[in-house]
């Protein structure tokens, strides 16, 4: 274990230099949320404005869990960056834990989104956003957000080792923003069709968004929901534990095997 910390510090340390260097997809990944906070909630807020609520104030949540879900992009292009480019066979040749390589980028990522999430909250205190609950039940829907991009990255890590192509990482990771789209993020899941409501309420980021909106006081939780969405803070949980117990182990055998 302390190996393993000592070499995962050092990974963590290089993962964040190479974000200082090569900032582009950080940038696009913290500018856009924004961007969209600004033109949904100013351009799309009458049309889509919800009794009782402001859609504003619904809508942040949704582009925080979504900016989460991009973990998913940014740990598979990096990952499949390296791969591709050799870095990782010259990181298996020497002494140092496997697992450390990959914590090291998620780690980072983890750093980096903590940091990077600031911006998108002052944007919406601007618009009229705000924290109705308790200053525990905030820092609670913050703790969840991060393990949720933390086990969000370990997915995309896992695939940019299976793919090795920084094009094809590319390319299958654009396909992720569709997954905000099939969830609650954007506008209430109730109101959709009777299948596309069950598939809304079973991904993942309906649950942590739903939470994250209860936490905040943003919104309550939705009657007659599936139970990830009905108990949403046990339901975001319980998804980032599979995850996470899932995808860990695959990504850290993947890393270690190589091409095997």
Not at 151 to 176: D, S, V
């Amino acid at each position: 274990m302390t190996a393993l910390a000592y070499d995962g510090t050092a990974m963590l340390g290089r993962q964040l230099r190479r974000m200082r260097n090569n900032p582009g997809l950080l940038i696009l990944t913290q500018t856009m949320p924004i961007s969209m906070l600004l033109f949904f909630g100013y351009v799309f807020g009458s049309a889509l404005a919800m009794p009782g609520a402001d859609y504003r104030a619904f809508l942040l949540p949704g582009l925080l869990v979504a900016t989460a879900a991009g973990g998913v992009m940014a740990g598979m292009f990096q990952a499949a960056q390296d791969t591709h480019r050799g870095v990782m066979d010259r990181f298996r040749t020497l002494p140092m834990s496997r697992a450390a390589v990959p914590l090291g980028q998620a780690v980072a990522d983890l750093v980096v989104t903590a940091a990077g999430t600031v911006p998108l909250l002052l944007v919406g205190l601007a618009v009229g956003w705000r924290i109705e609950g308790s200053a525990a039940e905030a820092a609670g829907a913050f703790g969840l957000l991060l393990l949720f991009r933390f086990a969000a990255t370990w997915i995309g890590i896992f695939l940019g080792l299976l793919t090795r192509n920084e094009e094809a990482a590319g390319q299958l990771g654009g396909a992720t923003f569709l997954l905000p789209l099939l969830s609650n993020a954007y506008i209430p899941a109730d109101g959709l069709p009777g299948w596309l409501r069950v598939v809304a309420e079973w991904n993942p980021i309906s649950a942590v968004t739903t939470a994250l909106r209860d936490l905040f006081g943003n919104a309550p939780v939705p009657e007659g929901a599936a139970w990830p969405v009905a108990h949403p803070v046990a339901g975001s949980l319980a998804w980032c534990t599979v995850l996470l117990v899932v995808f860990v182990p695959l990504a850290v055998r993947r890393y270690a095997h190589g091409e095997r």
